[in-house]
């Protein structure tokens, strides 16, 4: 094999390893993204959650103020008919009175009621804040791998980096222009292994004279139909 070939093919791992870095790397924000979705569900359940309660709470201050509001009549009929002296008129206060006082036991069933609905409400608000708060831990130990994933992928990156400046400066030849067109035009892979008298890139079969050239290794030859350079795969 070519030195020049080699120097590229150690080039080319170099090169490759930068580029899937910078695919992941990439892929981190979606990552990331993806790990606070998560939360927002449980925040909207929490919400959720306190609405209800509010709305049930409301529900038992407003039968209490029904009651209220039957206690208080009840009190001005009480005066109304101590104040009458025919008999029929006091009957007919009388009626009335009961039946306030019917609808007041109608409204104390229903407040129990309500506040057993309430009891619930909270329950269920304290279940989804609970819920939220175990979430939040895990998405934090997500974005804390991610974040512990970014760096350690950088450090390698800039490593890879500096080695493969050094490593360009000591290709041998006058191939490095080629290889680094190849690389950013040919999906990077530039130097490809011929196997078969195939161009391991784009798999046509080379003709005979590249192909002998890519075997005996003692000058470049490149695939006439992608244009990659050749190495006999061994
Ligand atoms: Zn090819």
Redesign the pocket.
Known sequence: MLDEVRALLILQDRDRRLLALAKDLEKLPVDEARAKSKLAGDEAAVKNAHDTLLAAELKVKKIELDTETRRTTIKRLKVQQFETRKNDEYQAFNHEIIRYEKEIDGFETLELQAMEAVDRCRESHHAAKAALVHTQKLIKEDLDSIAQRQQHMLAEQAEVAAERASLATRVPGSALPLYERLMRTKAGLAV?PMADSR?G??H?KVIASTAIKAQAGLELAQ?E??G?ILFMAD
């Open positions: 490809a161009c890139g784009c046509m695939c139909n992608c990659r």
